[in-house]
């Protein structure tokens, strides 16, 4: 059988025709891998920037928010999971990037700025993510990704142009961690290296009790990002029980704090999440 390879993410899932990868979003229909959830939107809400979270872009405003289907890694405390683990099964509406471009226009006097794709992986989506950013770069409107960072390098490169602004998920400071998510470390690290150089870029981390929450990996993890910019703003959040980890208590609010006055030591904005 004729098999292709994709090249969005760094997993280059090699897919006969019409077999799907593993982000249970991208297919080969015969000609190319492509988009099997392009214009398929889940959930689509006007939310505050600072929800994506955005506390350094456009403060104040509200952003136009749309989520499909699917995701490249497999997080087993997903907070969106319904969406994130779903597959072409689940209840979409179709919208084609003109349609959500011109929702978006009808929603600046209620101060929208653009698009954000979030809710699940925007990058699994990619063609979309394309095709409407660059829609929405000719009338004036700005393009958010809220991301996991898990996209190949050239990938990434090829749609920052039409990137304005992205909100990245450090899951954890280890290739130990990103095993367990299904995911690779080094990866997310150039993602994040790569798109500040291009776009804003603010990172959130969601604290996980026993995987994540020791102050020295925090450390770490914010002198690296410092070695960046000490101006990256990041967000140290609380993790509740969900999906498949409901054995675990949340965050306690105290270890964030602690977390927070760590990363502090090397970076000028660190913000304090869901307490």
């Not at 099964?89 to 929603?107: C, D, G, H, S, Y």
């Not at 990704?145 to 998920?169: E, S, W």
């Amino acid at each position: 059988m004729d098999k292709k390879v994709c090249e969005i993410c760094p997993h280059h899932c090699r897919l006969a025709v019409g077999e799907v990868g593993k982000c249970r979003a991208r297919i080969n229909d015969g000609e190319k891998i492509t988009a099997l959830n392009y214009g398929e939107i889940t959930s689509i809400a006007l939310d505050p920037i600072e929800k994506k979270p955005l506390y350094k872009f456009f403060p104040g405003s509200r952003i136009l928010s749309v989520g499909s289907y699917g995701c490249n890694l497999n997080c087993p405390f997903c907070q969106n999971y319904e969406i994130s683990m779903a597959d072409s099964t689940f209840p979409t509406r179709k919208i084609t990037p003109e349609q959500l471009v011109e929702i978006a226009k009808e929603l600046v006097p209620k101060k929208n700025i653009g698009v954000a794709f979030t809710y699940n992986e925007p990058f699994i989506g990619y063609e979309f993510v394309r095709d409407t950013s660059n829609l929405l770069k000719a009338v004036g409107l700005k393009s958010v990704l809220v991301t996991n960072g898990t996209v190949a390098p050239a990938a990434l490169k090829k749609i920052l142009p039409l990137i304005d602004a992205m909100n990245i998920d450090l899951k954890g400071f280890s290739q130990e961690i990103y095993s367990i998510l299904g995911g690779d470390f080094e990866t997310v690290r150039k993602t994040i290296e790569i798109s500040a150089q291009a776009c804003h870029v603010e990172v959130t981390s969601l604290i996980v009790p026993t995987m994540n929450d020791s102050p020295d990996a925090m450390d770490k993890e914010a002198a690296w990002l410092a070695s960046i910019s000490k101006d990256i703003p990041l967000h140290i959040s609380r993790f509740f029980p969900r999906y498949k980890v409901t054995n675990i208590a949340p965050t306690p609010v105290n270890k964030i704090y602690e977390l927070v006055e760590v990363a502090k030591r090397h970076l000028n904005f660190v913000y304090a999440g869901n307490c």
